[in-house]
């Protein structure tokens, strides 16, 4: 079994600043790659921020500046660590992870249960 994990949500004013940490625990060879999804209400489910490997994070153009992925490797975890938000950043954040449980089988994804975000005055 995999699991991922994810804490840090919560309410925040505008301008304000979160920090989210997901770990993945469990069967795991290796984790290829580790990212960050959002989904608001009557939205579809969009890429945040993604890391492969040791690559430099991929953002999505919304959180560009504002947000900042970061890996441990080590530890099978990645954080998002988000200054500046907007209304607009308010939702559900998913953890995401292509895990290879054995050096025999295909690489998987998986994603956490999600932690909302919400952004308010």
């Known amino acids: 079994q995999v699991h991922l994990v994810e804490s840090g949500g919560g309410l925040v004013q505008p301008g304000g600043s979160l920090r989210l940490s997901c770990t993945a625990s469990?069967?795991?060879?290796?984790?290829?790659?580790m990212g960050w999804y959002r989904q608001a209400p009557g939205n579809q489910r969009e890429l945040v921020a993604n890391?492969?490997?040791?690559?430099?994070?991929i953002y999505a153009d919304s959180v560009k500046g504002r947000f900042t992925a970061s890996r441990n490797n080590a530890e099978n975890a990645i954080y998002l660590q988000m200054d500046s938000l907007t209304p607009e950043d308010t939702g559900v954040y998913f953890c995401h992870a292509a895990i290879q449980k054995t050096p025999t089988t295909a690489t998987r994804p998986y994603w956490g249960q999600g932690t909302q975000v919400t952004v308010s005055s």
């Open positions: 890391i492969v490997s040791t690559l430099d994070p």
């Open positions: 469990g069967s795991i060879f290796m984790t290829t790659s």
